[in-house]
C-alpha cells in the first residue's frame, strides 16, 4: 500500500516548506495523458469549424517538439512558452495570428474543462496547511503562473495566488536541468534543509531537488495510464476516458492490470463489435446474427445481457465453427497442397496426432514422431480415409448450420474478430450449395488484411476497424498484435474440432489456454463484460457510451492496446501462448517471445523479425526486449528494418 | 457541341433522364462510374470502396467494357447482398470500347448533380464522397472538387494482391488550375468528383482517345469553373508492380508508349487549333510540361536519381519537331494568301528534287 499524505509529512518531520508538483501530484484531467487533451481540443474543432482541423492534436504535439528545438539551440536551460509553441506551429501550417490566438485560448479553456483533483494531492497541501507548513507549486511547464492558478482554483485549491507558483517557463531553467530549483530556493528564499519536495517525477522531482539538498518523495501513480504521448487524436479518447477512471480509482493503491485491460480496451472492442451488427442492421433485412466462436464468445455474452435487460435486438446464435473444420470437411483429395495446408513445415507429429487431426485412423508402417514431410506423405497415402472423414465431418457439419439456422432463407450476419475472410467465404459457399443461393451470409470483422481482396468475390465482408483499403503499415501493425486479439478476446472453452452425430460441437482440451484462461483470461473477460455492457447500455461511469464508438475508435483502441502497450500489460499476458495448430494440441507460442541469445548478431535480425511476425505479439515482445539494458538494440534495429514497428501510429494527415 | 476554346466537337450530354432514380425515388446526389474489363477480384475490391463511404447518397453504374458478363455479375451479386439497398446497376457493352466511350455510355443517363469516375482497380477512403460534396457545395462555380492521393503500389498474382509500397501523389493547387494541368496529366480520375453540369457545358469525354480522356476533358473543365483542391488523403491509386499479372496492370504502367504517343496526338491537335489571345493550346503543353521536367528535379534532385526519368533528348526533338511543323504552316498559309508565292516555293521545290 501506498503512504498516506500524513505519513508522507511524517517521513521529514523538520520540514516547514512543502514544495509541490502541480501535474499528476496536485491536478490530472479527465484523460489517461497530457497529450489527449488536445485530442479533445481537436474533437471540438473539427465539430465547430470543420474537417479541416483533423489532425491538430498530433500536429500540437509536433510544434512543441519544434518550439523545444528552437529554445534550446540558443539557450539550453530554458523551457518554452505557450505562445512560442503556437508560434511554432503557425510557422509549420501557415496560421493567423488570430488563430493562434484562438488555439491558445482553447487550449487553457480545454484544461479548465478537464481538470481534477489529485485525491492524495488534496490530502497532502490540506495537511501541510493544517501543520503551518508553506506551499510552494513548482511545475515544468509551457503555461503562464496566472494559467496554474486558475487551474488550481478550479480543481479546487482556492488558497492558490501567483506568489505560490513557479513555473519553469518563466524563470529560465526547469526542474529537469536543476535550475529551477536554483531559482525556488533563491527567490523564496528557502532554507533547503526545512524543505519536503513531492512530485510524480524521478529525475525532476527526485535526483534533481535531492542534489540541492532537498527532501524528496516520487510518487509516479498517476503517470500509471500513459501510453506514447505522439499518439493522439479523437479516436483514443474513449479508451483514454476509461483509462483515466481506473487511474483515479487506483490511485492509493495497487494497478489492476487484467481489470483496466479487460474493462478497457477489450471491453471497447467487444461493444465495437456489437455497435458493428446494430449498424449493419439499420440498413438491410437480416434472418440471423451469429457470433462465431470463440472470438464472438463475449460478444455473445454481452448482446444476450443486452437483450435481457430489455434492448430492442433480435436473437442471436453463437455458433461453433472453425477454419480447421471448414477446411476439413471440404477436402475432395488429398492433394500436395491440402497436404501442406494439414502440415506446418515446423511441425514434428506422431501418426495418433495425425489421425486425431484428419478425423481418421491412419495406416502406417512407421511409429514415433514423423518430420513434416513424412506426415505429409502418410496423409496422401491413406487419402481415401482422409476424403470419407471429410465427407462424415461436411455431413455433420452442414447439420450443425441447419440446427443453428444459418440454412434459413435469407440473410444472416456472421461476426468474426477478422482477418482474411477466407473462413467466412468457405461457410458462405458451403451455405449457398446447401440452399441453393436461397441463404446467403455477410461478414462483419472487426480488422481486415489485404488478403481478403479475392474473398470479397465469394462473400461479403465489412472490416469495421479496419478494411483493406487502409496502409500497408496499418497492416503490418495489425498482423504484428493479432495473436493478442485472438488470445484475449476469446471463450473459456477450446476451439471446435469437430460434431458428434448429434451435431453438437466438441471443443479442443488445449492445456496451455486452459491454463492462461485460469491465469489471465478469466480476470480480463469478466472485466470486459460487465464494461462492455454499461458502455452499450449508456450506465458508464466514464460517460462512454454506444454513440462515441466508431470504426476509427476500434482502430484505435486496437493500436492503443497492440502497438503501444504498457509494461504492465506486456507483463500480465506473458504467460499467454497462442496456439494455430490445425488440431489445435501442442504447447502453441508465448505472445511474448523469450529474450533472445546473448549471441544474436545484426545479420540475424530479419531471421528474427520473420520468426516474431510468425509466431509472436510483435510490438509486446518488442517492448519486453527494450526493457532490458542488454537486448534494448535489438527492438531499436528491428524498428529501423521496419518503421512501421516505431511507436508512432497516429500520422499528421 | 464544340469546345468553347478549340472548337473541337464532342458529343453533348443527352437531355435529362429518369434512368439514375435511387431506391428512394429520387434522384441520387452523385453518380458513381466505375469502367471494368475482367479483373473481378478488383472489381469486388472497388464496389465495396464506394459501399463503405459514409455519404450514402450515390449510385454506382459498373460499365462491363465488353469482358465476360458473368464474373461483373457475380461480384455485383455478392455486394448487392452487404447493402441490399444500395443503387447499383450494371452497363454490360457488346464489345470492348475505349474507357471513355463506356464512361459516356454510363453518363448518358447521368441526372445526378456530381459524378465521378472511380477505375476498377482505385479506391476511395471512407470519408471521399462526403468531403468532396460538403466542399462542392460550399463552392457552387467549382466546375471539380479534387482531393489529396495516396499512391499504393501493390502486387498482384495469381488472384491475390497484396501491398508492396505507399507514397504520397505529389499534388497541389496550382496543378490544378489550367496552366498547372496544361502540360501533363496531374492527378488520377479517383480523386475528383465533379459537377454534372459539365457535360452539357463542356460536352462528354472524347471517345476517340484510347488513354489521357481524362486529362483532355479536365482541361475542357477547368475553364468553366476552376478546380478545388482539399489537402486530405482521401483517394487511393493503385498501380500494380512490374511482377504483377499483366491484365491486372493499370492502364498508365502497362501502356506507357500509348500514354506517350496520345499526348503527342493531343499536342499536335492543339497546335492545330487557332491561338486563342495569342496562345496556342499546344505550344503551352510542350512549354508547361518542359517546366513540370524541371520542377520534377528540383523536387527530387538530380543527385536522387530524380533526373533519371526526364527524357532530354525526347523534349529536344520534340521541339524541333514544333517548330518545322509550325515552319510548314506558316509557309502553306502563305501560300494560300499569296498564290504567286506558292507557285514559285513549288517550283523551288521541284528543282530541289529533281535536280535543273
Redesign the interface.
Known amino acids: 500500500m501506498l503512504l498516506t499524505a500524513e505519513q508522507v509529512l511524517d517521513g521529514t518531520p523538520t520540514a516547514t516548506v512543502l514544495t509541490v508538483d502541480f501535474f499528476d501530484t496536485l491536478i490530472t484531467r479527465s484523460v489517461a495523458q497530457p497529450t489527449h487533451v488536445f485530442a479533445v481540443m481537436e474533437q471540438h474543432l473539427v465539430a465547430e469549424l470543420g474537417s479541416a482541423w483533423s489532425g491538430f492534436a498530433v500536429k500540437r504535439v509536433r510544434a512543441e517538439h519544434d518550439a523545444r528545438v528552437v529554445a534550446a539551440s540558443d539557450e539550453p536551460m530554458r523551457d518554452v512558452t505557450i505562445d512560442e509553441i503556437y508560434l511554432a506551429f503557425a510557422q509549420a501550417h501557415g496560421s493567423s495570428m488570430a488563430e493562434r490566438r484562438m488555439l491558445i485560448e482553447r487550449e487553457k479553456s480545454t484544461e479548465l474543462a478537464l481538470v481534477k483533483p489529485v485525491a492524495f494531492g488534496v490530502a497532502l497541501v490540506s495537511a501541510a496547511r493544517a501543520r503551518g507548513m508553506r506551499v510552494v507549486i513548482v511545475s515544468d511547464n509551457y503555461m503562464p503562473a496566472s494559467h496554474i492558478v486558475n487551474m488550481a482554483h478550479a480543481a479546487g485549491y482556492s488558497w492558490v495566488t501567483p506568489d505560490d507558483v513557479m513555473v519553469s517557463c518563466e524563470h529560465g531553467g526547469m526542474k529537469h536541468n536543476g535550475e529551477l530549483w536554483r531559482a525556488v530556493i533563491e527567490e523564496k528564499s528557502l532554507d533547503v534543509a526545512a524543505v519536503l519536495h513531492v512530485g510524480d517525477d524521478v529525475l525532476a522531482d527526485g535526483t534533481m531537488p535531492a542534489s540541492f539538498g532537498l527532501a524528496t518523495n516520487v510518487r509516479d501513480v498517476m503517470r500509471r495510464s500513459h501510453r506514447v504521448m505522439a499518439n493522439t487524436s479523437p479516436a483514443v479518447l474513449p479508451l483514454s476516458r476509461i483509462e483515466a477512471l481506473y487511474r483515479d480509482r487506483s490511485a492509493n493503491g495497487i494497478w489492476p492490470s487484467a481489470e483496466v485491460l479487460g474493462g478497457g480496451a477489450i471491453a471497447l472492442l467487444v461493444a465495437s463489435q456489437i455497435v458493428d451488427v446494430m449498424n449493419a442492421l439499420k440498413s438491410r433485412g437480416v434472418r440471423s446474427v451469429q457470433f462465431i466462436a470463440r472470438d464472438g464468445y463475449l460478444a455473445h455474452q454481452v448482446w444476450e445481457k443486452l437483450r435481457a435487460s430489455g434492448a430492442d435486438l433480435p436473437p442471436a446464435s453463437y455458433t461453433a465453427l472453425s477454419r480447421s473444420v471448414i477446411w476439413r470437411s471440404r477436402i475432395e483429395n488429398v492433394s500436395e497442397e491440402v497436404a501442406h495446408r494439414l502440415v506446418g513445415d515446423d511441425e514434428v507429429l506422431t501418426v495418433e496426432r495425425l489421425g486425431r487431426r484428419v478425423g481418421c485412423e491412419l495406416q502406417s508402417a512407421k511409429s514415433g514422431p514423423l518430420t513434416a514431410d513424412e506426415a505429409r506423405a502418410l496423409l496422401m497415402a491413406n487419402g481415401s480415409h482422409i476424403v470419407a472423414a471429410s465427407r462424415e465431418l461436411r455431413s455433420r457439419f452442414v447439420s450443425y448450420l441447419r440446427s443453428v439456422g444459418l440454412l434459413d432463407e435469407g440473410h444472416h450476419l456472421l461476426v468474426d474478430l477478422g482477418w482474411t475472410g477466407s473462413t467466412m467465404a468457405d461457410v458462405a459457399e458451403v451455405v449457398c450449395e446447401e440452399t441453393a443461393g436461397a441463404a446467403t451470409v455477410e461478414g462483419r470483422l472487426l480488422g481486415m488484411y489485404w488478403d481478403a481482396v479475392p474473398h470479397r468475390q465469394r462473400v461479403p465482408l465489412h472490416g469495421y476497424a479496419m478494411n483493406e483499403f487502409c496502409g500497408a503499415d496499418d497492416n503490418v501493425r495489425l498482423l504484428g498484435c493479432q495473436s493478442l486479439f485472438e488470445s484475449l478476446i476469446t471463450a473459456p472453452h477450446g476451439s471446435v474440432v469437430g460434431y458428434s452425430p448429434s451435431t453438437v460441437p466438441e471443443f479442443a482440451h488445449t492445456a496451455c489456454e486452459q491454463r492462461a484462461y485460469r491465469e489471465v483470461g478469466e480476470a480480463i473477460a469478466a472485466a470486459a463484460l460487465e464494461s462492455a455492457f454499461r458502455i452499450l447500455a449508456g450506465t458508464h461511469e466514464s460517460g462512454v457510451t454506444a454513440s462515441d464508438i466508431s470504426g476509427d475508435v476500434a482502430w484505435a483502441t486496437m493500436m492503443q492496446l497492440g502497438h503501444t502497450p504498457r509494461r504492465d500489460e506486456v507483463e500480465l499476458v506473458s504467460s499467454v501462448s497462442h496456439v494455430t495448430s490445425v488440431d489445435h494440441e501442442g504447447d502453441g507460442e508465448p505472445l511474448i517471445a523469450p529474450m533472445p541469445s546473448q549471441f544474436v548478431v545484426h545479420s540475424e535480425l530479419p531471421e528474427v523479425y520473420d520468426s516474431l511476425m510468425h509466431a509472436n505479439w510483435v510490438q509486446g515482445t518488442l517492448a519486453r526486449w527494450e526493457s532490458d539494458a542488454t537486448t534494448r538494440w535489438i527492438p531499436d534495429e528491428i524498428r529501423k528494418l521496419s518503421p512501421m514497428f516505431q511507436p508512432q501510429w497516429v500520422q499528421i494527415p | 457541341m464544340a469546345c468553347k476554346r478549340s472548337g473541337v466537337q464532342f458529343p453533348s450530354a443527352p437531355p435529362f433522364v429518369f434512368g439514375g432514380l435511387n431506391y428512394h425515388g429520387s434522384m441520387p446526389a452523385v453518380t458513381v462510374v466505375m469502367r471494368t474489363f475482367e479483373r ?3 472489381l ?2 472497388a464496389i ?2 464506394v459501399q ?1 463511404q459514409t455519404f450514402t447518397d450515390w449510385e454506382l453504374v459498373v460499365v462491363n467494357n465488353g469482358g465476360d458478363p458473368a ?1 461483373v455479375d ?2 455485383v451479386a ?2 448487392r ?5 444500395c443503387s447499383l446497376r450494371v452497363i454490360h457493352l457488346e464489345d470492348r470500347f475505349g474507357m471513355e466511350e463506356a464512361s459516356n455510355r454510363a453518363l448518358a443517363s447521368c441526372a445526378s448533380e456530381f459524378f465521378a469516375i472511380h477505375d476498377d482497380d482505385d ?5 471521399f464522397l462526403g ?1 468532396a460534396v460538403e466542399v462542392a457545395r460550399a463552392n457552387v462555380s467549382a466546375a471539380a472538387v479534387v482531393t489529396g492521393v ?1 499512391k ?1 503500389v ?1 502486387t498482384y498474382r495469381g ?8 507514397e504520397n501523389f505529389y499534388l497541389d493547387e496550382g496543378r490544378l488550375t489550367y496552366r498547372g494541368m496544361i502540360g501533363n496529366n496531374t492527378f488520377p480520375p479517383i480523386a475528383a468528383l465533379f459537377r454534372t453540369r459539365l457535360l452539357s457545358e463542356v460536352g462528354m469525354f472524347d471517345s476517340s482517345l484510347p488513354v489521357l480522356g481524362d486529362w483532355e476533358f479536365n482541361l475542357r473543365a477547368v475553364n468553366v469553373g476552376g478546380f478545388v483542391y482539399v489537402n ?2 482521401l483517394a ?1 491509386y493503385h498501380t500494380r508492380t512490374a511482377d504483377s499479372d499483366r491484365a491486372a496492370g493499370n492502364s498508365i504502367t502497362v501502356g506507357e508508349d500509348l500514354h506517350r504517343d496520345v499526348k503527342l496526338r493531343l499536342q499536335d491537335r492543339w497546335l492545330a487549333e487557332p491561338s486563342v489571345n495569342g496562345v496556342n493550346k499546344g505550344l503551352l503543353s510542350i512549354s508547361a510540361q518542359a517546366l513540370l521536367d524541371i520542377d520534377e528535379i528540383r523536387r527530387h534532385g538530380v543527385a536522387n536519381g530524380g533526373g533519371e526519368g526526364v527524357d532530354g533528348e525526347h523534349i529536344a526533338h520534340r521541339t524541333a519537331e514544333i517548330i518545322a511543323l509550325r515552319k510548314t504552316w506558316r509557309r502553306v498559309a502563305r501560300a494560300l494568301r499569296h498564290p504567286g508565292h506558292g507557285v514559285r516555293a513549288v517550283k523551288r521545290l521541284m528543282r530541289r528534287v529533281f535536280g535543273k
Open positions: 473481378p477480384v478488383m469486388a475490391r465495396a470502396s463503405n464474373p457475380s461480384a455478392v455486394a447482398q452487404a447493402q441490399p439497398s479506391s476511395w477512403r471512407e470519408g468531403r495516396t499504393i501493390e488472384g491475390k494482391v497484396w501491398p508492396v509500397a505507399y486530405e488523403r487511393n
